[in-house]
T-cell receptor
């Protein structure tokens, strides 16, 4: 089965802790993205990566970090510097050419206790 | 900066009705526009992608249109069913951008 997987589905964090959200794709897509979704709002871009070992900040990168060591994987770390991390986090990927259509994973819901 | 608006925020219709969801954007220099469906607590499912050179795209009971000059797109759902109940989001990509700009969505409820 081809697709995008995110883990865990639910994540609870204590204040002051760093946590890492996993995103893996087996679609052979070049580009990968992390979005944040808050209730009643659209998605906002945190970070994106067009190729391995390269990534760019999106609109709300403060308090987050990423790495892209493999084409298939794009983990997101939510650091203690992120003041309001409780949200639904979505990972997406696409080919850099072709139809330019983004495909999404099932999401991770992060709650700060 | 590109802004994307979806009105209304919520819509309820009886089963079988044809309906239209609206999406407007401020910058007409778009590269493409994508419509997504999101079920509660789930990720996004891509429904239709319209390139800037196209006027519409169809998939089954869904038809999406694009009018760049007026900054509008519509998603037409024919013969709605309770299973169509979800939040529908549109997203726009500018020609110069690497990213999508999302609207806040329309929450659709189809009543049996």
């Amino acid at each position: 089965d081809g697709g995008i997987t995110q883990s865990p589905k639910y994540l609870f964090r204590k204040e002051g802790q760093n946590v890492t959200l996993s995103c893996e794709q087996n679609l052979n897509h070049d580009a990968m993205y992390w979005y944040r979704q808050d209730p009643g709002q659209g998605l906002r871009l945190i970070y994106y990566s067009q190729i391995v070992n390269d990534f760019q900040k999106g609109d709300i990168a403060e308090g987050y970090s990423v790495s892209r060591e493999k084409k298939e994987s794009f983990p997101l770390t939510v650091t203690s510097a992120q003041k309001n991390p409780t949200a639904f986090y979505l990972c997406a990927s696409k080919y850099t050419g072709g139809l330019d259509e983004q495909f999404f994973g099932p999401g991770t819901r992060l709650t700060v206790l | 900066k590109q802004e994307v608006t979806q009105i209304p925020a919520a819509l309820s219709v009886p089963e079988g009705e044809n309906l239209v969801l609206n999406c407007s954007f401020t910058d007409s220099a778009i590269y493409n526009l994508q419509w997504f469906r999101q079920d509660p607590g789930k990720g996004l499912t891509s429904l239709l992608l319209i390139q800037s050179s196209q006027r519409e795209q169809t998939s089954g009971r869904l038809n999406a249109s694009l009018d760049k000059s007026s900054g509008r797109s519509t998603l037409y759902i024919a013969a709605s069913q309770p299973g169509d109940s979800a939040t529908y989001l549109c997203a726009v990509k500018l020609g110069s951008a690497r990213q999508l700009t999302f609207g806040s969505g329309t929450q659709l409820t189809v009543l049996p």
